[in-house]
Structures are given as C-alpha cells and as structure tokens.
C-alpha cells in the first residue's frame, strides 16, 4: 500500500526557514517523480516545485531562488527548504508521486498518482 506523510510544518516570522519531509513507503520510490503542492481555501492548487527520478527540478515562479526541492532514494524521503519565507507562503503543503513531471505537473496515470496528507505552514508578518 502506497503512502505518503508529510512533516515539518509550523508557524515562522516572515525571513525564516522550515524544512518539510515526505516519507514514502509501498513504491519504488526512484523510479517516481515527486513533488510539492500547496493549498489556501478558496483557491486553486499551486505547484510549488518538482523533482524527477533524474534529478530535473522545477519550480514555481513564486518561490524560485527561495525554496530548494532534494530527494533520498536510498531513504525513500522527498525534501523541501524554504527559506526567506513570506506571508504569502502560507497554506497547506501537500507531498505528491507520480510516473512522471512535465514541469510543475504531475502526469495523471490511474492507480499511478498519490497524495499526502498535508502539513500546514504559517508565515507571520
């Protein structure tokens, strides 16, 4: 059974940093590409960065030159920095599998495509 769990979440002041996990389990891990998403209600789901099994990154125009997307094959866990930190940042992060990434894009095969839970993170002014 596939499974994804995400962790690092919190409240930080504007300027700071977290560090999100994604722990996966019940897949070939290498051979999927990952990534991060994020979530404010009411609103559309935005991509926040990507990481394919050859180690091509992607990223959202927003968090470019901030955030730093890494994975850990041999540990099965998906990794996102986020530094300098903003208020817009705010929202529900969620960690995301796939067969493959067409930039922030995940592309959607049937019984192919997971999600985590989520972890929320806070960004005060």
């Known amino acids: 059974q596939v499974q994804l769990t995400e962790s690092g979440g919190g409240s930080v002041q504007a300027g700071g940093s977290l560090r999100l996990s994604c722990a996966a389990s019940?897949?070939?891990?290498?051979?999927?590409?990952m990534g991060w998403f994020r979530e404010v209600p009411g609103k559309e789901r935005e991509g926040v960065a990507t990481?394919?099994?050859?180690?091509?990154?992607h990223y959202g125009d927003s968090v470019k030159g901030r955030f730093t997307i890494s994975r850990d094959n041999a540990k099965s866990t998906l990794f996102l920095q986020m530094n300098s930190l903003k208020p817009e940042d705010t929202a529900m992060y969620y960690c995301?599998?796939?067969?493959?990434?067409?930039?922030?894009?995940?592309?959607?095969?049937?019984?192919?495509?997971?999600w985590g839970q989520g972890t929320q993170v806070t960004v005060s002014s």
């Open positions: 019940g897949y070939t891990f290498s051979r999927y590409c």
């Open positions: 995301a599998a796939a067969p493959a990434c067409a930039g922030l894009f995940m592309i959607r095969v049937s019984g192919q495509e997971y």
């Open positions: 990481v394919d099994r050859g180690s091509s990154t």
